[in-house]
């Protein structure tokens, strides 16, 4: 007997006909002798309605209220999943985040998961029963209704498959599991069986969107498999794990990354000297803008120039801020470039295989596609380009490295 935890995203349940389609997916798991755990989702597009309704009577709605409200679509979800699986003879349970105890730290919005108790759920399970539990949500010490932030239900699935010590945490998305690029602008882009949980974090980080980078880390540290599949078809997905095995020998590049959310910013003449880059990106960090790619120059007449990218939405906050930090420092300009993008390779055999950095760039350079921007990790090559020669970029970089061929 395995136990398995099965998630379900917005468009897995967006109807009643595709809720009793997970119903009956769920059962043929319990009734093969599993024990299932299930965390839901909302509706589609339900969190988005909830929150306009907000909207329509306050812009700014007091964070606590917005949690009370939003976490009330994946209640709807968990009930009606329950009536699906007892109408076909499947025993079982829902819980609210706040009932089975999932508790989390008190910021409204983007909790953090601190705790959850298992032992209600352990005693359905043993008495034959699933188990169905509300995603996205928790409660605080004081028993306020907390959410999680974006993606939260990946990570209310992982962290009750890491308490319930389970042996798989299955996600069921619209797709079929990861891809060597997005097939949509690869036609020939290929699922991968397995990926490492490094590599899928710097896919998710880059701009992948299979999954939530806050699921995979908490997956990462509590040692939980992880495996991609789709709630529309049958298919073994992928698996993502610790385990290494022989990929460094099979593949050097395991998938390519891309994000069109990207903007730069460039502050020009500013002193070189300690605290100035502090200075910078400092107010940046401090308005709670996050920073992605960071290049500093020195010129000859030791004056320094810093380029970093933010997203995209976040540039005219951004620029505001660098505007008035150039006035502080006396700097001699302040650029901005909202027209790029981002490309990463990602691959944990980059640690064992010199000269990857140097095919990539003779792969962009043979397209005529000028890097603007250069960061690297020990598993990850990423450069920002013009947004204009993207999938140009995508399709010359997969293409190059081979990763249309199965290893």
């Known amino acids: 007997m395995s136990l398995i935890v099965h998630k379900y995203g917005g468009t897995s349940v967006g109807t009643i006909e595709r809720i009793q389609a997970v119903a009956a997916r769920v059962a043929e798991s319990h009734k093969a002798g599993d024990q299932v755990v299930v965390a839901l989702s909302a509706m589609s597009g339900e969190t988005n309605r909830l929150i306009g309704l907000a909207k329509e009577i306050d812009d700014q709605p007091p964070a606590r209220e917005m949690d009370v409200l939003v976490s009330t679509g994946e209640q709807v979800t968990i009930a009606l999943l329950c009536m699906a699986l007892n109408k076909i003879g499947v025993a079982a349970k829902s819980y609210t985040g706040g009932q089975v105890r999932i508790m989390t730290d008190s910021a409204h919005g983007k909790a953090r998961i601190k705790e959850i108790d298992s032992h209600k759920m352990h005693a359905d399970l043993d008495a034959g029963s699933v188990v169905v539990v509300a995603g996205f949500q928790g409660t605080d010490e004081h028993g306020n209704i907390t959410t999680l932030g974006r993606g939260g239900s990946d990570t209310t699935a992982v962290a009750l498959a890491a308490a319930l010590k389970a042996d798989e945490c ?18 020939d882009a290929r699922r991968l069986e397995k990926i490492t949980f490094e590599e899928m974090l710097e896919m998710a980080s880059q701009g992948s969107k299979v999954l939530q980078i806050r699921s995979v880390e908490f997956a990462g540290k509590y040692k939980v498999p992880l495996r ?42 500013i002193p070189d000297q300690p605290g100035v ?20 120059n020195v010129a000859k007449d030791n004056s320094a120039t810093i380029t970093f990218t933010v997203h995209r939405n976040d540039l005219d906050a ?27 390779i990602v691959g944990v055999g980059m640690r064992s295989h010199a000269g990857v950095a140097a ?49």
């Open 318 to 344: 951004a620029n505001k801020l660098l505007l008035q930090i150039a006035d502080d420092l006396g700097a001699e300009e302040v650029e901005t470039d909202d027209a790029i993008a981002k490309v990463s």
């Open 170 to 187: 299955q996600i069921y998305t619209d797709v079929d599991g990861v891809y060597t690029t997005d097939p949509r602008v690869v036609s």
């Open 359 to 407: 095919k990539m760039f003779e792969i962009l350079s043979s397209e005529g596609i000028n890097i603007q921007l250069i960061t690297t990790s020990e598993i990850k090559i990423a450069v920002v380009v013009e947004e204009r020669y993207l999938e140009l970029a995508v399709r010359a970089l997969h293409k190059g490295f081979d990763l249309h061929v199965s290893v």
């Open 228 to 269: 991609v599949k789709s709630s529309f078809e049958e298919g073994p997905g992928t698996l993502i794990s610790l385990e290494e095995d022989d990929l460094m020998e099979k593949a050097v590049v395991s998938g390519i990354a891309f994000n069109r959310d990207e903007a730069k910013l460039t502050i020009r003449g």
């Open 277 to 296: 880059a502090y200075k910078v990106l400092g107010a940046i960090s401090d308005a709670n803008i996050e920073i992605d790619v960071i290049v500093q």
